[in-house]
């Protein structure tokens, strides 16, 4: 008798499934994520990767803690300091890597660009989205020849994890999680349920051979990573791979990591023979210029355990229709209106009836608080028409009261500072606490209140 198809309905945002259509996922609250895709009853879902010692039906038992040994030094390296830092040190066994992206951000190209430069690990870097000549031609323009990266287009995990078991490769790259489908469910390739069944295969593949697996994932319009929530709690790591695909910049930001911090980031370069690591990203966040211009700042900023010098640009100029606008990119809108209101009240700024834009350069987003002071000079410089010197930069943050705060790991910030070549630093005269500044050559300016820096800066 022929078995009737069974179908159930997927929430396309959590993964929520429900044998009923509902407008609205009881789960996550989303509105129409509802769809429709075939399954096959649980019963006969077993996962496609069927190793032989699975055979034996191995129970685990429970290890005092003590007892069980790994090593920091099983990580791989992966040749790529950026790539490395991201992932807390290296590739660990067994691990599986989430890459997401917009499409042409780079993701096919930094994979191949690590699959090629290990020249010690066999790597199999399957392709369900581009032919193999493709692959080539782009690895003829990265300019880099290994023996040991084999390249399988397929998009079948029953064939993958045949051709895995043949050819046992130290590292398994797929390029793209979304084209992949499983015999195990009917659905077509990125539905929610092969997503995640082809997933939780390749976790089992993983984390019973010990061999990192690394996915790159589709991102959705609102730019979270197509396919179910799920996917993200599955997975060790989950990398975003971001930019502007106008400029040549791209930043690896860790957004979940269970072997590392999460807020590690790696910067590149998008040239015409791959990607390049900017080991010393300040140098290009900060713009050359040679006359002084207003408005402009820098800020010592900490991403991660990473010290930043980046370039705040504000301008300030007389609004024309009586209401305002505040606009920012790569800050935070509601933070830029208390540093206007503060400045306001307590600098006795007149910036009521002004605009006020501000850009952080080079295209990233800054949360930490310690650019406040930074933005405060760069909006007071606009606004009163008068340059700061580009070799003075700031670290604090400022309060309601108008007073400057102290920031975490300041000694981080003025070295890196001092060693970029700065004259000057300002920092909260609260900061001082257990610092000698006599280990600096930089010039450190200790302000407590906002009136302290435009006495010291603007007179
Ligand atoms: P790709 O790696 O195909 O992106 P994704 O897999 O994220 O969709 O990225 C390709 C883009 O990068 C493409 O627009 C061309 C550009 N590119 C370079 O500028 N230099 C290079 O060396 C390579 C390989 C690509
Ligand atoms: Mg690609």
Request: charged share 25%.
């Amino acid at each position: 008798m022929a078995k009737k198809t069974k179908t159930a309905y997927f929430c396309q945002e959590c993964g929520y499934n429900s044998p009923k259509f509902m407008g609205k996922c009881p789960s996550c609250g989303t509105w129409n994520a509802m769809v429709e895709e075939i399954v096959q009853s649980p019963v006969e879902q077993k996962g496609s990767w069927v190793s032989s010692t699975d055979q034996k039906k191995k129970v685990n038992k429970p290890f005092p803690i003590a007892e069980i040994v790994y090593s920091e030094e099983d990580r791989t390296d992966t040749n790529d300091s950026e790539l490395n830092r991201v992932l807390g040190g290296g590739i660990m066994p067994g691990s599986v890597v989430l890459i997401g992206g917009e499409p042409g951000i780079g993701k096919s190209t930094l994979m191949l660009q690590v699959a090629l430069s290990l020249p010690f690990q066999k790597v199999l870097y399957v392709s369900g989205e581009e032919s193999a000549q493709q692959i080539k031609m782009r690895a003829d323009r990265l300019a880099l020849k290994s023996n040991n990266c084999f390249i399988l287009t397929e998009t079948n995990t029953q064939h993958i994890f045949q051709h895995v078991k043949k050819e046992q490769p130290d590292i398994l790259v797929i390029d793209s999680i979304q084209t992949l489908a499983s015999n195990l469910v009917e659905s077509a390739a990125g539905s929610v349920s092969q997503v995640r069944e082809c997933t939780s295969e390749l976790i089992q593949f993983a984390k019973e051979t010990q061999t990192p697996v690394f996915l790159i994932g589709h991102i959705n319009k609102e730019g979270s990573i197509a396919g179910p929530k799920v996917l993200e709690h599955m997975v060790d790591t989950v990398l975003q791979f971001e930019g502007d695909r106008h400029m040549s910049y791209r930043i690896l930001r860790t957004t979940k990591n269970r072997f590392g911090s999460t807020s590690e980031l790696g910067i590149y370069e998008m040239q015409s023979v791959g990607l390049r690591q900017v080991s010393n990203p300040s140098e290009i966040l900060i713009s050359q210029r040679d006359e002084d211009l207003s408005g402009i700042t820098i800020g010592a900023t900490l991403e991660g355990n990473r010290p930043l010098l980046i370039e705040i640009q504000s301008l300030v100029s007389t609004s024309v229709y009586g209401n305002p606008q505040r606009s920012c990119t790569g800050f935070d809108a509601k933070r830029l209106n208390m540093i206007l209101a503060v400045l306001e009240k307590r600098g006795g700024l007149r910036l009521g009836l002004q605009d006020v834009f501000l850009n952080i350069t080079g295209g990233l987003k800054i949360e930490d608080p310690a650019i406040d002071l930074a933005v405060c000079a760069s909006i007071i410089s606009s606004l009163e028409e008068y340059s700061v010197d580009s070799k003075i930069c700031f670290a604090a943050e400022v309060g309601l009261g108008g007073e400057i705060r102290a920031v975490n790991r300041i000694e981080n910030r003025i070295s890196e500072a001092e060693k970029l070549g700065f004259k000057e630093i300002y920092i909260s005269k609260y900061n001082m606490k257990g610092m000698d500044l006599k280990n600096y050559k930089i010039k450190i300016n200790l302000v407590g209140k906002l009136d302290d820096l435009m006495n010291k800066l603007f007179k």
